[in-house]
């Protein structure tokens, strides 16, 4: 079964580095989703991505944070500059039919902000 | 207000016992869609079902059944005959319709089955 692929599965990083974190979408889905899980708290939505630009962003998604198909298969999330509480779970989904039909999530890449 | 509540934090079942996690939302539309997901300890996202705010048939799905009842805004998971494999956080969420992919997640429960 096709799956939605994220690299790296972990990240370590120093505060007020950049870092890029990399998605496989599944291949024929459109609509794509960023979304983060801090250790033991519940998955927040972050933004939503469709035909080149973003759908919708939640106020997490601030000046730091972009988004970008750089080309016809990757999806990228990229923080400028991290802070502390930057550290979470961060996970990448992708859907078929839009935002209301399933998303399929990836399995998350872990960043830890030192 | 846009929530979902999953007021059982946690819950420890032994193997084969039947497990019910409440979901309770709130909306403020008339369109929207439900959905659970399941966590594992390996940390994915796995989808498990939607559900449609017209559509109040309960379904069923092997050992896994739902139950959405628009008049109490619930949308409750049973397990029948828990696994040990069913351990996992389990998550609510809620969507409105053309809102653009935003998921409303519940804060999650999180299911023991212990052998």
């Known amino acids: 079964e096709p799956e939605v692929t994220q690299t790296p599965s972990h990240q370590v990083t120093q505060m007020g580095q950049e870092v890029i974190l990399r998605c496989v979408p599944i291949?024929?889905?459109?609509?794509f989703y960023w979304y983060r899980q801090i250790l033991g708290q519940k998955v927040e939505f972050l933004v939503s991505?469709?035909?080149?630009?973003?759908?919708?962003k939640s106020e997490i998604f601030d000046d730091q944070f972009s988004v970008e198909r750089p080309d016809g298969s990757n999806f990228t999330l990229k923080i400028r500059s991290t802070k502390l509480e930057d550290s979470a779970m961060y996970f990448c989904?992708?859907?078929?039919?839009?935002?209301?039909?399933?998303?399929?999530f990836g399995n998350g890449t872990r960043l830890t902000v030192t | 207000a846009q929530k979902v509540t999953q007021a059982q934090t946690e819950i420890s079942v032994v193997e084969k016992e039947d497990v019910t996690l409440d979901c309770v939302y709130e909306?403020?539309?008339?369109?929207?869609?439900l959905f659970w997901y399941k966590q594992p300890p390996s940390g994915e996202l796995v989808f498990l079902i939607r559900r449609n705010s017209f559509d109040e048939q309960n379904e069923i799905s092997g050992r896994y059944s739902w139950n959405f009842q628009k008049s109490t805004s619930s949308f409750n998971f049973t397990i029948t005959a828990s696994q040990v494999v069913d351990s996992a956080v389990y998550f609510c969420a809620l969507i409105y319709y053309n809102q653009g992919g935003k998921l409303i997640f519940g804060q999650g429960t999180e299911l023991s089955v212990k052998p």
């Open positions: 291949s024929n889905h459109l609509y």
């Open positions: 989904a992708s859907s078929e039919q839009g935002p209301n039909s399933p998303l399929h």
């Open positions: 909306t403020r539309d008339t369109t929207y869609y």
């Open positions: 991505f469709y035909n080149n630009e973003i759908s919708e």
